[in-house]
């Protein structure tokens, strides 16, 4: 039930306090003291003015993504983390904002550069970090694979339905048994008449449990190298294609993460993409979606920052409000430069890939360093709030949960460091294939 919190007047009048058409979540017996993150609270963290870096088109974008989130994500997304549902009716509004196919031109695609790209990815994780992500997936890897490594026909079969969010694309690659060494995968591609078998299993994989399309990587039985094949889920059958839900999360809820079982998938010959010849294709499209992903804790941790300091500006304690402590405001601080620091490192790294400049390592120590940051910033906020940080209604619990995530996929914080190691000392500290 939503209802109106009553504050002590005179404490918020002494201190400048606004609490005009403040609501939170609680009951008639027992009132929260503070707004939830229904009213998602306005943009306080930007402290630098990332603004002043973009261009007009990319400020646009902003707003307007920043608009939608705010008014139609963050009123409802809590429900659905909680119940670990996908907001299915939010895809149309998705394909409406015109950001399907970044980075990708023709087909349907919006075409918007690496920066927007970047941009969005931003404001959306402001807000909910799994509806970004679920956008990442669909985005920088399903598409990206298809548009970079595909042909003219396959681009045109799927890329218009996927930039307009009328079909939804999930990427197979992570294993039961093969997570950070992905290279030694274990599915097997083998050539039939007409085209290709598929036997394996996937895991973790995003969206799968209701995705149009599907691009699932393999080991050619031929030549022992990766393949990719585009794959459309509703036309197979449950004997060839399984894709279980992953139950139990505690971070990233909404995203609908799969266990998938491939067994005796026919595939065309037209739906293998001639460009994945090796696992350096693989490559290719996790360093576009690891890019976004330095940008995701950026955006994480604005929220946060905006919703603690709302929070402690309303709520009182000892007769005074608890931005007016001096502990508050050093944990209020640490947290805003290290935001600052985090966005400059996004936004220079996305320069620099503009460019054609920014190498592995590079993404890899701004994903590693932006998502261990992310960390402290999100577990300062959960001390801001004391016993409400627990709570989902105040934002920062979610976000507390679903950095663990980011600090895990597209590469662990410790494999994203050995990789800028590697770059930087030119000595390989694990493996490589």
Not at 239 to 247: E, G, I, L
């Amino acid at each position: 039930q939503i209802v109106t919190v009553n504050k002590n007047n005179e404490i918020n009048k002494k201190y400048g306090i606004c609490n005009r058409n403040k609501q939170s979540y609680g009951t008639d017996s027992f009132q929260q003291t503070a707004t939830a993150n229904a009213v998602f609270p306005e943009l306080n963290s930007d402290w630098f003015q990332l603004d002043g870096l973009l261009t007009n088109e990319e400020q646009l974008m902003r707003k307007k993504v920043r608009n939608f989130m705010e008014s139609e994500v963050a009123p409802v997304i809590n429900s659905f983390w909680e119940r670990a549902e996908f907001p299915h009716h939010l895809l149309p509004r998705l394909g409406a904002l015109g950001i399907g196919g970044c980075n990708q031109q023709g087909y349907g695609c919006s075409g918007h550069p690496i920066m927007t790209q970047g941009v969005i990815m931003m404001e959306m994780a402001r807000v909910d970090p799994s509806l970004s992500l679920c956008f990442l997936v669909h985005d920088s890897l399903c598409m990206y694979t298809i548009s970079a490594l595909g042909n003219d026909d396959q681009k045109q079969r799927f890329l218009p339905k996927l930039a307009s969010f009328q079909h939804v694309g999930c990427w197979a690659l992570t294993e039961p048994e093969w997570g950070s060494d992905a290279s030694s995968l274990a599915t097997t591609a083998t050539k039939v008449e007409g085209g290709w078998r598929l036997d394996g299993k996937k895991r973790w994989i995003g969206n799968s449990t209701f995705a149009d399309v599907c691009v699932v990587f393999a080991r050619n039985t031929l030549t022992e190298e990766i393949n990719a094949f585009i794959l459309q889920p509703p036309k197979l059958s449950s004997h060839q294609w399984s894709a279980q839900k992953m139950d139990n999360k505690t971070g990233m809820r909404v995203v609908q993460n799969g266990d998938i079982s491939l067994s005796g998938v026919l595939v065309q010959e037209a739906d293998r993409l001639p460009l994945a010849t090796s696992f350096q294709a693989a490559n290719e499209a996790l360093a576009a979606s690891r890019l976004m992903v330095v940008w995701q804790p950026v955006g994480m941790c604005m929220g946060v920052y905006d919703m603690c300091l709302r929070y402690c500006k309303e709520r009182s304690q000892f007769g005074a409000p608890l931005a007016a402590q001096p502990i508050t405001q050093e944990k209020l601080m640490r947290m805003l430069g290290t935001i600052q620091a985090m966005a400059l490192m996004a936004w220079r790294v996305t320069q620099l890939r503009e460019k054609g400049e920014a190498t592995a390592g590079m993404i890899s120590l701004a994903k590693g360093w932006n998502s261990l940051h992310g960390r402290e910033v999100a577990a300062l906020g959960r001390e801001l709030l004391g016993g409400n940080g627990i709570l989902h209604d105040f934002h920062v619990a979610k976000i507390f949960n679903d950095m663990e995530a980011v600090h895990t996929y597209e590469g662990t914080y410790e494999i994203n460091m050995l990789v800028a190691g590697r770059e930087a000392t030119g000595l390989a500290a694990f493996k490589t294939r």
